[in-house]
T-cell receptor
Framework: DAGVTQSPTHLIKTRGQHVTLRCSPI?????VSWYQQVLGQGPQFIFQ???????GRGNFPDRFSARQFPNYSSELNVNALLLGDSALYLC????????????FGEGSRLTVL | EDQVTQSPEALRLQEGESSSLNCSYT??????LFWYRQDPGKGPEFLFT???AGEEKEKERLKATLTKKESFLHITAPKPEDSATYLC???????????????FGKGTKLSVKP
C-alpha cells in the first residue's frame, strides 16, 4: 500500500516568491496535517484539515494557507517567501480528524535564497 | 504552556550497549504520547502510541513506557541500524477544534557504533 506521498521533494525559491506543496494521504485517510521542521528542531504544526474543512491552525502568519480537495489530497501554499521559511515541510495523514496515529510523508525540502 | 523536552540531545552508544531516552512533558490533558524515528532528510516513521500511565509497548529492540510526567524509550542491545533521531510528541485533549495535532520535542540523536 502506498504511504503518504509529497511533491516536490526538493525545491529552491528566492525571497518574495510563492510556493505550492502537494500531498496525497494514505488511501482511506480523511485527515491531512502540515508541519514545518527547521534543521535541528522537532516538527511544528501548521494546519490540519478533515473532510475538506480546516480543523486547526498553528502559530504561523497568514502567508501560509492550505486546502483539502474532495479526494482528500492537500496543498500548502506559502506567499512572499522569507529566508526563514527554509525548512522540511511534512505532510501527515490520519484516519480521522481526532485522536490517533499520524503517518508522515518524506517531506518537501524548501530552500529560500 | 504545553511543552515536550527530550534528553539527552545526543547519545553515542557502542553496539550492544543498552540505554534509555527520556521525554518529559507538560500538557493540559494528555490524549496520547507518540514516538517516532527519523532518518536524515526523511519524514518521521511511526513507532509507538501510549495512552495511559503504566502502559508499555515493544517492537524489536525498542520498548516505550509512560508515566504521568514522562516517557522512556529503552533500547536493548542496539545495532548500528538503530542510529537515527528519535522524536517524542504529545497529542492534547480537546484542543479547540483540532484534536489531532502533535507537539514535538527536539529529538534525541542516537549514534550506535559497531
Amino acid at each position: 500500500d502506498a504511504g503518504v506521498t509529497q511533491s516536490p521533494t526538493h525545491l529552491i525559491k528566492t525571497r518574495g516568491q510563492h510556493v505550492t506543496l502537494r500531498c496525497s494521504p494514505i488511501s482511506g485517510h480523511k485527515s491531512v496535517s502540515w508541519y514545518q521542521q527547521v534543521l535541528g528542531q522537532g516538527p511544528q504544526f501548521i494546519f490540519q484539515y478533515y473532510e475538506k474543512e480546516e480543523r486547526g491552525r498553528g502559530n504561523f502568519p497568514d502567508r501560509f494557507s492550505a486546502r483539502q480537495f474532495p479526494n482528500y489530497s492537500s496543498e500548502l501554499n506559502v506567499n512572499a517567501l522569507l529566508l526563514g521559511d527554509s525548512a522540511l515541510y511534512l505532510c501527515a495523514s490520519s484516519l480521522t480528524g481526532g485522536a490517533g496515529e499520524l503517518f508522515f510523508g518524506e517531506g518537501s525540502r524548501l530552500t529560500v535564497l | 504552556e504545553d511543552q515536550v523536552t527530550q534528553s539527552p540531545e545526543a547519545l553515542r552508544l557502542q553496539e550492544g550497549e543498552s540505554s534509555s531516552l527520556n521525554c518529559s512533558y507538560t500538557v493540559s490533558g494528555l490524549r496520547g504520547l507518540f514516538w517516532y524515528r527519523q532518518d536524515p532528510g526523511k519524514g518521521p516513521e511511526f513507532l509507538f502510541t501510549l495512552y495511559s500511565a503504566g502502559e508499555e509497548k515493544e517492537k524489536e529492540r525498542l520498548k516505550a513506557t509512560l508515566t504521568k510526567k514522562e516517557s522512556f524509550l529503552h533500547i536493548t542491545a542496539p545495532k548500528p541500524e538503530d542510529s537515527a533521531t528519535y522524536l517524542c510528541a504529545v497529542q492534547r485533549q480537546n484542543y479547540g477544534g483540532s484534536q489531532g495535532n502533535l507537539i514535538f520535542g527536539k529529538g534525541t540523536k542516537l549514534s550506535v557504533k559497531p
